[in-house]
C-alpha cells in the first residue's frame, strides 16, 4: 500500500500535477493514464501474482498433502511457514499479461506426509490497483462529468472530441486490465463519446449539406474528362470525394485503439444517403415535374399548302421552311441528349462510388475487429458489422433515379424536340378536290408516313377483323410502327451531330 501511494505521488510530481490536481486538463489526464496504465501492467504480471497467498480471503482453501490428509491450520504453523513460501520464475499464472508469472510453491513439513503442490489463487484486485482507480476518479471527476452528462455546447463538444481523443486508446486499454481482474471500468468509455460522436455526426451532415450547395452551383453538366473516360459531371466526383474522406477519417479513433460502434458507422451512412438523396431530388426536379414529363396527346394542326394554295413556288418555300424546321429540331434533340447523359453517367459513377464505399466500411471494420481480438477485448471482436443503407437501399434508390431519366430522355426528344419534324409533318386532314383542308375530316397519314408490311391503315397491326381502329381511340394518330423509319432517320441525325 505504501509503495502505491508512493508511486502515485511520484506520477503526480513528474507531470507537475499538483497545483492543479482538480482542474485537469486534458493533456495532463492522458499523460496520468497512461502512466498509470503501465504501472498496472506491472502489478498484474509480477507483484499480484506474489502476494496473492497473503490476500486470500478467510476461509480459502489451505495447501493439501499428498496423502489426502489436511495440512496444517492456517494459524501459529502458517504464519511460521510463510517465510518459507518461494516465489518461482516459472511462467504459470501471468500468461495473460505478458508470459511474466510465478507459481507459489507450498514448504514441506518437518513432521513428513505433506507433499509440494501448487496453488492457483483466484483473481482478486489488487490493493494497489483498488488505490490508483480510486485516485484516478477523484482527480479526473470534475474534467470528465460534464462530457458524460452532455452539459456542453455544440462548439464545446466539437472541441472536447479532438482534445480527448488521445485518451480513449490507454483508457479502453486499461478497462480491459480491470475487467480481466473482476474490477470495475475506471469509466464508460462508450457512453462519454456517444453525445459528443452524435454532434460530430450533425456537424458532418451540415458540412456535406453545405459542400452539396456549392457543388450544385459550379455545375454545368459537362463531363469531367472526356477525353480520360470520365463523362460523369464534376458534382458527383466531389460529393463522393468528401463522402470517402470523411468516412476514412471517422475510423480512424478507432484504429489507434479509440471507440467505436456499428450503430455509429450506420448513422454516418445514413447522412451520406441523405445528401445522395437530396442530390438525386435536385437532378430529377430540375428536369420538371411528374406532369411536365408526360407526353401531351397530340393536337396535330392543320398542314396546308401556306394558304392552300399549291403552286409550285409555294410547295419550294414549304420545303425549305420545314428542312429549317428539322436541322432546328435534330440540333435542340442533340442538346437534350448531351446534357441527360452527363446525368445518366453521373448515375453510374455513383452506383461505382457506392460499391466502393460499402466495401470501404467492410475493410475497415474487419480491420478494427482484428485489433480487438489482439488486444484482448473478446466482447468487442464478437461485435456484428454494420449493415448500412450503402449496402442495401441506396444503389436501389440510384438505379430508380436512373431509370427514370432514361425514360425522360426518351419522351422528352420525341415529343418535344423532334415534335415537329416527325408528328407534324406525319399527318394532315383529307382536302377536296379544291385543295381545301376539311376541318371535320379526322387526321390521316401523309406520304412520308410508312405503312409496316401487312398492317391495314386504320386498324391495328396485324389487325383487319374490324377491330377498332387505333384513330378512333387516339384522336387520329396512326397505328403503332407508322412513321418508326422517319424516327430511326432523325435519331440517327441526332447522333451525327452528337459524334460531331
Known sequence: QASATRRWESHLTDLQLHQSLHALQPTQIVALTQALYQDALVELSTFAPAFAPFLAPPGSPTPASTDGAPSAAPGAAGRESRSSWSRSSVGGGGEEHGGVGCSLIAPQEEHGGVGVVQIAPEPTPSPALLLWTARWRAVSSSALEPL??????????MEALGEWAPLWPPLESLNRLLVGRGMERLVDVHGIVEPLMAEYIANLTTRFDVELETAWDRERWEPLSAAAGQRHAAVVWDIFSLFSSSIDVFFEPARSGGPMRGRWVETVAERCFFILNKFLNRMRQELGSDLSLM??????PELQDLG??????????????????????VLTAKDTVSAICVRIHSLSFCLEQLRHLASSIDASWSTLLVRRAA???????????????????APEAVGACCAELCWFLGA?????????????????????????????????????SVTPAGAVPGC??????????????????????MGLPLLVELL????????D
Open 412 to 448: 422528352k426528344v420525341i415529343y418535344t424536340d423532334l415534335r415537329e419534324p416527325l408528328f407534324e409533318s406525319l399527318y394532315c386532314r383529307e382536302r377536296d378536290v379544291s385543295g381545301k383542308a376539311d376541318p371535320r375530316t379526322p387526321l390521316k397519314p401523309t406520304l412520308s
Open 460 to 481: 391495328p397491326p396485324g389487325g383487319g377483323d374490324g377491330g377498332p381502329s387505333s384513330s378512333g381511340d387516339r384522336g387520329g394518330v396512326s397505328e403503332p410502327g
Open 308 to 329: 392552300g394554295l399549291a403552286t409550285g413556288f409555294a410547295t419550294g418555300l414549304k420545303a425549305l421552311l420545314s428542312e429549317h424546321s428539322r436541322r432546328r429540331s
Open 295 to 300: 407526353p401531351p396527346k397530340p393536337a396535330y
Open 375 to 393: 488486444d484482448g477485448d473478446k466482447q468487442g471482436a464478437a461485435e456484428p458489422p454494420p449493415v448500412t443503407i450503402l449496402h442495401a437501399g
Open 492 to 499: 440517327e441525325e441526332v447522333l451525327v451531330r452528337l459524334s
Open 148 to 157: 458524460s452528462h452532455g452539459a456542453l455546447s455544440a462548439a464545446a463538444k
